[in-house]
């Protein structure tokens, strides 16, 4: 067994943490999230230029067909450096879309975009896990192509997107949605709310008033298998970004309270701290290791074994992410809730890894469902 | 043991019952229901009100314009007030600094400043806290020297709760720096429209602007604005800091967070059914609710207690402790129920959207975040159990 990564993934992740060093400090990524368009253009083209938007694209669609370790480490570095730009959304989630499901016309005319970062997509669904979702979009079929309906709310980057990839259910199983459509921004009777998410990044409540699309728009024919990887595959580039946002968190703490006085000396020395940065950790390492775990199976064929795996590194990424998001800004005291100081930003960022991509209600409901037998 | 309201007792918080029912008004209670965003604006009105009808502090003695209720009484008002929608009664000017004045004030000061915090007048706020002082607060730096019949005050303090509204602030300054932290400091009153204050907001990270830094430079206060002897202003703030137990665990804020929980469940739907519903998250809502079952009783228990018995002495930190995980828990189960709604902040408000017939969840992440404060301001639950296991524990 080897837990190890291999240089050319070292050099990656290097890569990725000087760059966020170098380009996405705190009064940058402040400066980023006043900005009108909420991410920085300029800061996803350099994304695409160091190869990341293009990891998720098959090597026959131009891309680098790297497998799930790259992006786990590209998440992490995302997380750190809490880059609010459309990583998961566009390279992850809506490239892995079209590259499981697209038409080989389909992947031509988008995939080389999307790994060159001139086109940005979002998938539209809302990853509840069975438990948390409400309603699909319905999509009703007629001779002239499809007419789709309905609302999804709070879609990561959907405002910023010129690409929606929208689940929908085409009347089989209602609850579930079984196709995906490509929609561009701007369609007739797409009507996008946008709105900013506790974690400082663009989103929007997206309505599908009827929105009519074409035989071709349709991604794929039974999507059901296909979606439900590709949503664990987020799942997973999500977690990896809450392990970056973690080690940053408890890093930044226990530096804190070692320069932190009060009481004539540094209040790292108070063992009652100590103790709880030990509980911090230890949250971390459990959850780090069900993360790497999640990478090896977040492939696999056997989709039990992935939704296990999957399941199981959201929950205990979840409970990392409140503890040690809480127990950070406590021991910043009164620092921790200041909007000035990067803590507070890390604690949202960790909140929105808690909720988004199903409830740890969700997973456990899932994994209870898979429970091994032996 | 008979662990019923007594007579007295009942009859009291009829009387409170009936009070809101006619005099708490409609729009303030709808925003404190409904919102969870503060207005300074309701708290003025509120206090207003309140002088008006006699119910201006319960808690103060008779001879200074209060009811001079029981510690059980006191704790009924604010859990019926609380329940009822009222909005908060500030606490700077009621709680902390009236009792130092009927304390130690003189009686040209209790006049002067009494009058005015009961009705509401006067708004103050606590310059306590300074950047290398929070909690080893007897290390603070700011000065004042004596000058004729003035001090003048130089230094900063930090995060001082709604000081933009304030009219004044009462300040812990060190007026010996030869003595030991704790024996050269002294309380001042200063009206904060005297040259030499500056005030600038603290953004807070739900994004409002709720304590603010301020810098006196320069700051020329009357000697006569000095509450009782020069160095004793730790004894005074000791006081200051002790002196409330009958609401500090929040219980009426919590048990009408409950509520909102219960409701916002009831109308959330998760996988098709009500998230009260759901298994998972209707034992967590009893769970709190057992917890704050307990506090109630705890509360009451230590109330009941003679005022000067050990366990008195006691409660205020284990209250403060179990109030604020508590309330923090009910704002986590709030979150948890909104949901993916929760991820959005700062919605811009749009008619058409299904969630837009709101019962303030918008705020209700912002609130979850914000509250993360309960634990960290007058005194840290870190410091709270300090103070149990040395003074209850004997460690
Ligand atoms: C929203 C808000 C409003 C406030 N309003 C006011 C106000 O109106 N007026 C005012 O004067 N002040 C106010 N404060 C300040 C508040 O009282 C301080 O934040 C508090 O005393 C903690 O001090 P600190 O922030 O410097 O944290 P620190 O004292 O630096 O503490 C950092 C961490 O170390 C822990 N710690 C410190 N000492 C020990 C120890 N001996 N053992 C174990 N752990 C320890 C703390 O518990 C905390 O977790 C407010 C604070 C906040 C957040």
Redesign the interface.
């Given at each position: 067994m080897d837990f190890s990564f291999t240089d050319e993934q070292e050099l990656l992740l290097d890569n990725a943490r000087r760059f966020v060093a170098e380009r996405y400090g705190f009064a940058a990524r402040k400066h980023i999230l006043a900005s009108a368009d909420g991410y920085s253009a300029a800061v996803w083209k350099e994304l695409a230029d160091l190869g990341f938007l293009a990891l998720n694209v098959p090597e026959a669609d131009g891309g680098l067909g790297a497998g799930p370790v790259e992006t786990m480490l590209v998440s992490m570095v995302v997380g750190e450096g809490l880059l609010v730009e459309p990583f998961l959304s566009s390279a992850v989630l809506a490239t892995r879309t079209l590259a499981t499901l697209g038409s080989a016309e389909q992947r031509a005319r988008w995939l080389p975009k999307l790994a060159g970062g001139e086109l940005i997509a979002t998938l539209v669904l809302?990853a509840?896990y069975?438990?948390?979702?409400?309603d699909a979009i319905r999509a009703a079929g007629d001779a002239g192509g499809w007419e789709l309906s309905g609302?999804v709310?709070?879609v990561y980057h959907a405002g910023i997107a010129d690409l929606l990839l929208v689940a929908a259910s085409t009347g089989a199983t209602p609850?579930e949605p079984d196709a995906v459509f490509a929609v561009p921004a701007g369609a007739p009777g797409l009507h996008l709310?946008?709105?900013?998410?506790?974690?400082g990044q663009v989103?929007a409540?997206v309505?599908l008033r009827g929105v009519r699309v074409e035989k071709s728009a349709r991604v794929g024919g039974d999507a059901r298998l296909g979606l439900a990887a590709v949503v664990d595959y987020g799942l997973f580039a999500l977690c990896a970004e809450a392990i970056g946002a973690l080690d940053r968190t408890l890093a930044t703490t226990v530096e804190y309270t070692k320069t932190r006085?009060?009481?004539?000396g540094p209040?790292a020395r108070?063992q009652?701290?100590q103790h709880r940065m030990v509980d911090m950790l230890m949250r971390i390492e459990q959850a780090r290791s069900l993360v790497y775990l999640a990478a090896s199976r977040c492939d696999d064929a056997d989709g039990e074994e992935r939704e296990r795996a999957l399941s199981a590194a959201k929950v205990l990424v979840a409970d990392a992410a409140?503890f040690v998001g809480?127990q950070a800004?406590?021991l910043h005291?009164?620092m921790?809730?200041?909007?000035?100081v990067a803590i507070?930003?890390y604690?949202?960022r960790l909140?929105?890894a808690e909720?988004?991509f199903g409830?740890s209600?969700a997973h456990?409901g899932r994994y209870e469902r898979r429970l091994s037998a032996g | 043991m008979d662990l019923n309201l007594s007579p007295d007792d009942v009859a009291f918080r009829d009387r409170v019952r009936a009070f809101l029912a006619t005099e708490l008004p409609a729009d303030i209670r709808e925003r404190t229901l409904s919102g969870t965003r503060f207005e300074a604006g309701d708290v003025r009105r509120w206090q207003r009100i309140l002088h008006d009808h006699g119910w201006g502090a319960v808690h103060w003695p008779a001879e200074f314009g209060g009811l001079q209720s029981t510690p059980i009484q006191q704790y009924l008002f604010e859990l019926e007030c609380a329940l009822a929608g009222a909005p908060i009664q500030l606490a700077f000017g009621l709680r902390m600094l009236g009792p130092v004045l009927m304390r130690y004030g003189s009686p040209v000061q209790q006049q002067r400043f009494l009058p005015r915090i009961l009705s509401g007048e006067d708004w103050w706020c606590q310059g306590y806290?300074e950047p290398?002082a929070?909690?080893?607060l007897a290390?603070l730096k700011t000065t004042a020297v004596q000058n004729g019949d003035h001090y003048v005050v130089n230094g900063q303090k930090?995060?001082n709760t709604l000081g933009q509204f304030a009219d004044w602030i009462f300040c812990l300054v060190r007026t010996d720096g030869t003595a030991k932290p704790q024996r050269g400091i002294s309380l001042l009153l200063i009206d904060m429209k005297t040259p030499g204050i500056t005030v600038r907001p603290?953004?807070?990270?739900d994004?409002t602007p709720e304590?603010n830094e301020i810098w006196l430079q320069d700051v020329r206060v009357p000697v006569e604005n000095r509450i009782g002897e020069e160095n004793q202003g730790w004894t005074y703030a000791k006081f200051l800091l002790g002196h409330e137990r009958a609401n500090i665990a929040g219980i009426g804020a919590s048990k009408r967070e409950l509520l909102r929980l219960k409701r916002l469940a009831a109308r959330q739907?998760?996988?098709?059914q009500p998230v009260i519903d759901?298994p998972?998250?209707r034992r967590r809502l009893a769970r709190v609710e057992i917890d704050l079952l307990a506090l109630e009783y705890t509360n009451l228990r230590m109330l009941s207690a003679p005022a000067n018995s050990p366990s008195a002495g006691i409660a205020a930190s284990i209250l403060k402790i179990r109030g604020s995980e508590i309330r923090q828990a009910l704002s986590?189960l709030l979150?948890?129920a909104l949901?993916?709604?929760?991820?959005?902040?700062?919605?811009?408000p749009?008619a058409d959207?299904?969630?837009a017939e709101d019962d303030g969840s918008a705020g209700l992440?912002a609130a979850?975040?914000?509250l993360?404060?309960l634990?960290?301001?007058g005194g840290?639950?870190?410091i709270q159990?300090n103070i149990i296991s040395q003074t209850l524990i004997g460690l």
């Open positions: 809302e509840g069975g438990r948390d979702g409400h609302r709310p709070v609850g709310a946008s709105c900013t998410t506790v974690d989103a409540d309505e006085n009060q009481f004539g209040i108070f009652a701290l409140r809480q800004v406590q005291g009164g921790g809730v200041s909007d000035e507070s930003h604690f949202k909140l929105a909720i988004r409830s209600d456990l | 806290s290398g929070g909690s080893d290390s930090c995060w603290t953004v807070l990270l994004g304590v739907r998760r996988g098709g759901d998972d998250f986590e979150v948890e949901g993916t709604a929760a991820l959005r902040f700062a919605a811009h749009v959207a299904a969630d992440t979850y975040l914000n993360r404060k634990s960290i301001f840290s639950n870190e159990k």
